[in-house]
């Protein structure tokens, strides 16, 4: 019954979108960030606001009210919250850690032993190792990954590049790690069994990963040292007379760790090794308890006399991130109008309707996943709605849900970083200050295992059959 004003219209006014209408918004969604973000370069927030208004006017054309809109917004922005949390956690940690001599030394070590030739297959591989043992690729990359940035800026490597290996290898271990949320969760979607759905991985993740080392070890040894051993000496020398290179700096490195090896809270282990390195910078550094507040608010300011010194050491703070949490928000809002006006189930559906074959299903999956994922920006959603809606149809094709789980992570877990508006986007964007688009070419290992997915799925490789009915057991 409508309301006394008729301003809201219940349940039984509404109807099911077209296919025209629930296609319309993303079709829209894409030609604004098609031109508008990749010719033009206008702002995304704008743009995704834009398509987020064109999927509102569906959706009332559909019959919802406002307040039904806003409340799926308000959803869909809750399940950014997470990730905000994390983001700005980590720019606390970064500000303070650059502050204490944190990452500072870890550039300085980095420059001693690296060689340039090896830098990109150097850093894929401890940063496989590193988000291989936590389960975060977020972690590795707020850790690791910004001391290889450093090095990578001493060594004259190209950002860019750097940054795609520092991805790649971050969400290899991310993808294959048991302390991982995203590999616990895609099982849980298609209904398989963790450490089958594991070791099932390998036979897309491996070879993606291997193709990666490829490519970084060809451009290494094809490429040409961008900087002498004087300028490195000269970095370092910088580095020494900033900072007082003390091992006890080190220390909120293992916090980290310790915190994701035990899965214990992200935002709160990230926040007590900020506060440690806080400490640190006022006992080592002899930085005052303000510079040290400001460094984790608005970020640290370095002021070594070098420029490029100063331009690689100047960033983090809770502030700088909270800026990008407006793309996030403006994705959420987009997704979360999506979802309650039904638009992006029947997009879904119509996906899964033209499969017929076991190469079809499988290419579907991928497409829908990739589909969620630059529609939602979120790596859960990615997995949990095109899981829900592809696992009877594995099901009744007789094929095993590890084959399920596998694709929801070759085309959703890894291909989230490589979306400028999703939230590890931003976080990766953001963090390692290099635009998604610069590294993505980069991220081998991200665009590729889906690849090997599509392929296995048309010639039968690598594809188990069901060999038992519940498959949440061991060995199904």
Request: charge should be neutral; include cysteine.
């Amino acid at each position: 019954m409508a309301s006394a004003n008729g301003s809201d219209q219940g349940p039984s006014e509404r109807r099911s979108p077209s296919i025209l209408e629930a296609f319309l918004p993303f079709l829209v969604m894409a030609v604004l960030l098609g031109v508008g973000y990749g010719i033009y370069r206008l702002r995304i927030e704008v743009l995704l606001l834009a398509a987020a208004a064109v999927a509102g006017l569906v959706a009332a054309r559909l019959g919802y009210s406002w307040a039904e809109l806003q409340a799926g917004i308000i959803e869909g922005i809750a399940k950014a919250l997470p990730a905000v949390l994390i983001l700005v956690s980590v720019g606390a940690l970064i500000g303070t850690w650059i502050a204490a001599g944190t990452i500072p030394l870890l550039v300085q070590l980095g420059l001693h032993t690296i060689s340039p030739r090896f830098f990109l297959v150097t850093a894929c591989v401890i940063c496989s190792f590193v988000s291989l043992c936590t389960g975060t690729s977020w972690g590795t990359v707020g850790t690791m990954g910004i001391a290889f940035m450093g090095i990578a800026a001493g060594l004259g490597v190209p950002t860019g590049a750097a940054a795609g290996a520092i991805v790649a290898g971050a969400y290899f271990g991310d993808k294959l790690s048991p302390f991982s949320d995203t590999t616990n969760l895609a099982p849980v979607a298609a209904q398989s069994n963790l450490f089958d759905h594991i070791r099932h991985m390998l036979w897309t993740t491996m070879p993606a990963w291997l193709l990666g080392l490829g490519v970084y070890l060809i451009a290494g040894l094809g490429g040409r040292g961008a900087t002498s051993e004087a300028r490195v000496a000269a970095i370092l020398d910088t580095l020494q007379s900033a900072f007082v290179m003390n091992p006890w700096v080190l220390l909120p490195l293992p916090v980290v760790l310790y915190f994701a090896v035990r899965q214990r809270p992200t935002v709160p282990g990230i926040l007590l090794a900020s506060a440690l390195a806080g400490a640190l910078a006022v006992i080592f550094q002899g930085a005052p308890l303000s510079e040290v507040v400001e460094a984790a608010v608005t970020g640290y300011v370095a002021d070594t006399g070098d420029p490029a010194v100063d331009n690689l050491l100047s960033r983090g703070g809770m502030g700088p991130m909270m800026e990008v949490t407006l793309i996030v928000f403006a994705a959420f809002s987009f997704a979360g109008i999506a979802r309650r006006a039904g638009l992006l189930d029947v997009a879904l559906t119509q996906l899964l309707r033209a499969t017929r074959t076991t190469g079809q299903l499988v290419a579907a999956t991928v497409s829908s996943t990739i589909f969620t994922a630059l529609i939602t920006g979120s790596s859960y959603l990615t997995i949990l709605l095109p899981g829900e809606l592809f696992a009877p149809a594995y099901q009744q094709r007789g094929l095993a849900a590890k084959n399920l789980s596998r694709t929801l992570e070759d085309s959703g877990t890894v291909v989230v970083p490589l979306i400028p508006w999703s939230a590890a986007g931003v976080f990766m964007a953001t963090t390692l200050d290099v635009p998604t688009l610069s590294y993505l070419p980069w991220a081998v290992l991200n665009y590729t295992g889906f690849l090997f997915a599509i392929l296995y799925g048309a010639t039968g490789f690598a594809i188990a059959a069901r060999v038992r009915e519940d498959e949440t057991l061991p060995g199904s």
